[in-house]
């Protein structure tokens, strides 16, 4: 005889079932992001105290690793804040679902096929591969490169701050970089590091190899060459130092002349500076001069470098570089009059076209929502309004010193927007819809549009 399930049980069962993998991804996020606020709160994790609001959203900002910051990170925390913030960091870079697939192997847990589905998406592999071994192979690399980067800035560091001070601070940065967070334990982040290569360089390696994405890191070491590589690979390696020069030369030519950043400087350090604020505006958050103080005309090429972002499956933000080149191919090609938008000898697919252009159409507008929102709530002018909200949601943190003063409601937008620039602006709109597949078409029609 078959005995039938409470209903209570059925109910729970079928509300599992529902959960869609954006939820899943979303749930999880959470299910940090709150006790790591109330850590924060606590005497042993600050030195004066937060309130939930000002946890909250530092909390969000390192697991988002964003780098925005209400209060000074470097003196308002404690050694047990800064190790909460460090973790928090490490956990958003490499992700939540990569994180917790390689705790439960370490415990020898059974992992489930969702569970290894979640994380294939995360890595961006669509391939039948063993996703547990390629889990540690990318956690054991991200170590190592950090330990890399923080022997490095120890060079810097040690000398001037001694032993153990100096090599908490480079490891502390070296996490924050490469993870693309951009918190600084420095009250003036990394200004007066601008003429300084090994600082500059170091740092600037790490974020750059982290915004690449872990889909081209494990692609190049497995192809090995330009020509076997895979279409993403391709595109990454080819639009991240163009964005990168271009960046750099835009910032050098409007800024050289401002004595407020790079005026004054030899020609040396002025072009080192600007390839610096060119890399850490793709998601990176580190600054090497006054952002406030920047021109109008460099504080806009800075905020289109942020809107970008970086790689996808990467450490970084933004509605992701490759998505910026296929909106680009696909403009050319309909230009050109081109029947379909092809690269590197091969076409790119409808759906990957269409998925772009409406990562591109759902961001603007998130932002344009959260600047209508923060003109309402805060009395700042609008160019910083505008930077503050670009930057909260590539995922950056460089901002014209308004953070710290925004009002309650203005750390919520912000804290919100934080969290769908770290998510993907896919996965709030897929929650908020229900995709139905139909096979049902209708005759075209002709709508004028340009």
Known sequence: MKIPKHPIFSMRTQRAKRWSEPQIILASFLSILIPASLLLMIPAGSVTGLSFVDALFTATSAISVTGLGVVDTGTHFTLMGHIVLMLLMQIG???????????????????????????????????????????RSIVIFACVIELIGMSILAFRWVPLLGWEKGLFYSLFHAISAFNNAGFSLFRSNLMGYEADPLVSLTIAGLFILGGLG?????????????SRLQLHSKLMLVTTPMLLIIGMLLLFLLERSNPATLGGQDTGSQLLASFFQSATARTAGFNTINIG?????????MMVL????????????????TTFAIA????????????????????????????????????????????????ITEKDPFIE?????????????????????????????LIVVMIIGRLGPLTLAFMLTKPRESKLTYPEGDVYTG
């Open 293 to 301: 103080a920047m021109t109008h005309a460099s504080l806009l090429v």
């Open 93 to 135: 870079g490499l992700g939540q679902m990569t994180l917790s697939l390689l705790l439960l192997s370490m415990l020898r847990a059974r992992i489930g096929l969702r569970q290894q589905l979640l994380a294939k998406e995360a890595l961006g592999q669509e391939t039948n591969i063993d996703v547990v071994k390629l889990v």
């Open 306 to 321: 942020m809107f970008i972002g970086a790689g996808s499956t990467s450490t970084g933000g933004g509605i992701k570089i």
């Open 214 to 226: 872990f889909t081209v890191i494990i692609d190049l070491w497995r192809k090995r060459r330009f």
């Open 328 to 375: 680009n191919l696909a403009t050319h090609a309909f230009l050109t009059k081109k029947p379909n938008v092809s690269v590197f000898q091969r076409t790119i697919s409808r759906q990957v076209i269409f998925k772009s252009l409406a990562i591109i159409v759902v961001s603007s507008m998130v932002l344009i929502v959260a600047m209508f929102l923060l003109m």
């Open 385 to 413: 309004v505008m930077f503050e909200t670009v930057s909260a949601f590539g995922t950056v943190g460089l901002s014209m010193g308004v953070t710290s003063d925004l009002s309650t409601p203005g750390k919520l937008i």
